[in-house]
């Protein structure tokens, strides 16, 4: 299980979101899945961050703590790894 971060080519709008498959779902994200999606409004299809967790459960609880956060708390997770905040999917 993944949870992972996205945004948009200036970095203003931060998505989290979690799957199994971190591949098909940034697939269907990047093919407007949903034309409806908060992903495909704020055309956001750039992998910042993301994590690995062992189990669903573990992954769900972390989505749910950073989707909790405060901006500046998710964009500190973020360049902790990807300071330039480069698209980890390519």
């Known amino acids: 299980m993944y949870v992972y971060i996205l945004t948009n080519h200036i970095n203003t709008v931060l998505y989290t979101g979690v799957t199994n498959n971190l591949i098909r779902r940034l697939s269907e ?25 062992n189990t669903p459960i573990e992954a769900i609880e972390a989505e749910k703590k950073i989707k909790g956060w405060k ?18 999917l390519f």
């Open 71 to 88: 901006r500046y708390k998710k964009l500190n997770l973020i360049t902790q790894t990807n300071r330039d905040f480069k698209n980890l």
């Open 29 to 53: 994200h990047i093919k407007h899945f949903s034309k409806e999606s908060f992903v495909t409004k704020y055309r956001l299809y750039k992998l910042v961050w993301f994590q690995e967790f």
